[in-house]
């Protein structure tokens, strides 16, 4: 019987070290379902949890895709596995598709050793893809047309995604049409549509994807808390990221030849804050922007990623039996979430055991 735990929730919640000690108890191990955590180098800022022994680092595992730019491999954090972190380098044009892949192929590894796949994350999409499957999802990457098109104006893709197919551009909301890297994609798929909708693939992909992602038994633990409770632990969090070198962080990648316009630094929450600020670090200008300022926005951008969450997640994981919401302000929650689990993974075993 294939059982799958997901703890996912608003960012701050604390996911993954409850996850850890769940792991424990139910011989599982973790897969990250972060769309920044993926990448190599955005450490301290995305809040990867690292081993603390600095010994232990990451290990490639014998799991594999077929792009060559991804790399899958583990950390153990006190012996449980952590997949999913550092797939790739921070100037490639990730998406979910490439995220479903990889967790497919990990998912699949840890089930056939007899172990048990934890979700966790908040990065919703990637656990709608995985959970419910996304049609486009199996058309494979065109990696020569994006080289292109990653070189075009937001216009020039607009103009291109608008010529391809205006309903999709006219179904996109405002944030997307302004996401160069979801313009891509749409007009990469775009294409493919038009050179392959006599074959029908795309019903066969959606059929294809959707039979693979079929489960025996499935347990979503969601955790919450008030906007208020939120806003104070991602506050207290982004005051110890920059004590961790939050700051030190940035100038490393810029240092290794990454900048804030040929790789996501510009895009992830954390990073892109510090734009003018380094941009204009060796000029008098740095001295007019003020890093109290950098933080709060920092915070606020947090925040807004908060509430966008706990939306998505109130709509797709509604309170039921198979879904579990936990309010981490309460006192002995994680001794709930814990004990909840551990009453559904034991009923599996006795299920299959019959």
Same mark, same amino acid.
């Given at each position: 019987?294939?059982?799958?735990?997901?703890?996912?929730?608003? =960012?701050?919640? $604390?996911?993954?070290?409850? *996850?850890?000690?769940?792991?424990?108890?139910?011989?599982?191990?973790?897969?990250?379902?972060?769309?920044?955590q993926v990448y190599r180098y955005l450490d301290i800022i =995305? $809040?990867?949890?690292?081993?603390? @022994?600095?010994?232990?680092?990451?290990?490639?595992?014998? #799991?594999?895709?077929?792009?060559? @730019?991804? &790399?899958?491999?583990?950390?153990?954090?006190?012996?449980?596995?952590?997949?999913?972190?550092?797939?790739?380098?921070?100037?490639?044009?990730?998406?979910? /598709?490439?995220?479903?892949?990889?967790?497919?192929? #990990?998912?699949?590894?840890?089930?056939q050793r007899d172990k048990t796949p934890i979700l966790v994350?908040?990065?919703?999409?990637?656990?709608?893809?995985?959970? !419910?499957?996304?049609?486009?999802?199996?058309?494979?990457?065109?990696?020569?047309?994006?080289?292109?098109?990653?070189?075009? /104006?937001?216009?020039?893709? =607009?103009?291109?995604? !608008?010529?391809? @197919?205006?309903?999709?551009?006219?179904?996109?909301?405002?944030? @997307?049409?302004?996401?160069?890297?979801?313009?891509?994609?749409?007009?990469?798929?775009?294409?493919?549509?038009?050179?392959?909708?006599?074959?029908?693939?795309?019903?066969?992909?959606? !059929?294809?994807?959707?039979?693979?992602?079929?489960?025996?038994?499935?347990? *979503?633990?969601?955790?919450?808390?008030?906007?208020?409770?939120?806003?104070?632990?991602?506050?207290?969090?982004?005051?110890?990221?920059? !004590?961790?070198?939050?700051?030190?962080?940035?100038?490393?990648?810029?240092?290794?030849?990454?900048?804030?316009?040929?790789?996501?630094?510009?895009?992830?929450?954390?990073? /892109?804050?510090? &734009?003018?600020?380094?941009?204009?670090?060796?000029?008098?200008?740095?001295?007019?922007?003020?890093?109290?300022?950098?933080? &709060?926005?920092?915070?606020?951008?947090?925040?807004?990623?908060?509430?966008?969450?706990?939306?998505?997640?109130?709509?797709?994981?509604?309170?039921?039996?198979?879904?579990?919401?936990?309010?981490?302000? &309460?006192?002995?929650?994680?001794?709930? #979430?814990?004990?909840? #689990?551990?009453?559904?993974?034991?009923?599996?075993?006795?299920?299959?055991?019959?």
């Amino acid at each position: 019987m294939k059982k799958l735990l997901i703890v996912c929730g608003p =960012t701050a919640t $604390g996911k993954t070290s409850l *996850a850890l000690k769940i792991a424990k108890k139910i011989n599982g191990e973790i897969i990250s379902v972060d769309s920044r955590q993926v990448y190599r180098y955005l450490d301290i800022i =995305t $809040g990867k949890d690292l081993p603390k @022994d600095s010994k232990s680092s990451w290990q490639k595992s014998e #799991v594999e895709v077929d792009n060559k @730019d991804l &790399q899958i491999g583990f950390y153990q954090v006190d012996g449980i596995k952590i997949w999913l972190y550092d797939l790739t380098d921070p100037k490639f044009s990730f998406n979910v /598709s490439d995220w479903l892949d990889c967790a497919q192929k #990990v998912a699949d590894d840890i089930w056939q050793r007899d172990k048990t796949p934890i979700l966790v994350g908040g990065t919703g999409f990637y656990l709608q893809a995985f959970l !419910k499957g996304i049609g486009t999802l199996n058309i494979s990457p065109d990696w020569e047309l994006r080289k292109k098109l990653e070189t075009f /104006s937001l216009t020039k893709l =607009t103009d291109l995604l !608008k010529k391809a @197919d205006l309903k999709k551009w006219l179904s996109m909301n405002n944030s @997307d049409q302004n996401n160069p890297r979801r313009l891509i994609r749409a007009i990469e798929v775009a294409y493919w549509l038009k050179k392959d909708i006599k074959n029908n693939l795309v019903n066969k992909a959606i !059929k294809k994807i959707k039979g693979e992602s079929s489960l025996s038994s499935t347990l *979503a633990v969601v955790l919450d808390a008030s906007y208020s409770f939120l806003y104070k632990r991602i506050d207290s969090r982004v005051e110890q990221r920059i !004590k961790n070198g939050a700051e030190k962080e940035i100038n490393s990648l810029l240092e290794k030849g990454y900048d804030f316009n040929n790789s996501v630094l510009d895009k992830t929450i954390g990073y /892109s804050e510090w &734009q003018d600020y380094f941009q204009n670090k060796n000029t008098s200008d740095k001295e007019k922007i003020d890093k109290e300022e950098i933080i &709060q926005r920092w915070k606020y951008d947090e925040h807004a990623y908060a509430r966008r969450q706990k939306t998505w997640f109130k709509k797709t994981f509604p309170q039921n039996s198979k879904n579990r919401w936990f309010d981490i302000s &309460q006192k002995d929650w994680e001794n709930k #979430v814990e004990k909840q #689990v551990v009453i559904w993974y034991n009923q599996n075993k006795d299920a299959k055991k019959n």
